[in-house]
């Protein structure tokens, strides 16, 4: 079975500081990966997508397949960036397949 | 244009009592899912819908629960009769056809079981 590992729980870091939530995956194929968040009173919203291999908001993230990880990296951290962040994955075939999420990882940024 | 919306944002039941949550997913959206977080755990999936035909309901837990989709516009899941452990936050999301089309998520509904 697919599995999600954000092995942090809490992250805080300072304002200028860079910032990596990790993500570790289990999966034997090659995934679809997904990075969620959720600001403050906010609904769970798409941040980013490995297919697309776009930076968002300055935040980027790599597949790489070897360590089973799509870290998410953003060089210096912004207050805007505090949210929870899920990271999701998806099996590639046609149409649409369940996310399975990891538990998420609240990114505190401190002024 | 209007997002995910669901209702009620908060229900407050006592254990054995049945609960109704409602989902209108974007207009257009074929693809409606329903996601469940429990305290302290991963948003898990519980049922897929494309129009009104359940494609794919694994993550049900168990027969106290039952969605529908009727006409294939929003979705409704009862939970009858409710347990403690039902309590957490309960999602919807829609998305368009297309291999895994981006989810646009409501803001879920709160269940607390007493």
């Known amino acids: 079975a697919q599995r999600v590992t954000q092995p942090e729980k809490l992250l805080s870091v300072f304002k200028g500081a860079p910032v990596e939530l990790k993500c570790n995956y289990s999966y034997s194929g090659s995934p679809e990966l997904f990075w969620y968040v959720q600001y403050s009173r906010q609904r769970l919203q798409l941040l980013l997508r490995h297919i697309s291999r776009e930076s968002i908001k300055g935040f980027t993230a790599d597949l790489n397949k070897g360590e089973t990880s799509f870290h998410l990296k953003k060089p210096f951290a912004q207050e805007e960036d505090s949210a929870m962040y899920y990271c999701?994955?998806?099996?590639?075939?046609?149409?649409?397949?369940?996310?399975?999420f990891g538990k998420g990882t609240r990114l505190s940024v401190i002024a | 244009e209007a997002g995910v919306t669901q209702f009620p944002s908060h229900s407050v039941i006592e254990k054995g009592q049945t609960v109704t949550l409602r989902c209108d997913p974007i207009?257009?959206?074929?693809?409606l899912y329903w996601y469940r977080r429990v305290m302290g755990k991963e948003i898990k999936f519980l049922l897929h819908f494309v129009k009104e035909s359940k494609q794919d309901e694994s993550g049900m837990p168990n027969n106290r629960f039952l969605a529908e989709r009727t006409g294939g516009t929003y979705s409704t899941l009862k939970v009858q009769p409710a347990e403690l452990e039902d309590s957490g936050v309960y999602f919807c999301a829609s998305s368009q056809q297309g291999n895994n089309s981006p989810l646009h998520f409501g803001n879920g509904t709160r269940l607390t079981v007493t």
């Open positions: 999701a994955l998806a099996v590639p075939r046609a149409g649409n397949t369940p996310l399975v």
């Open positions: 207009s257009g959206h074929d693809n």
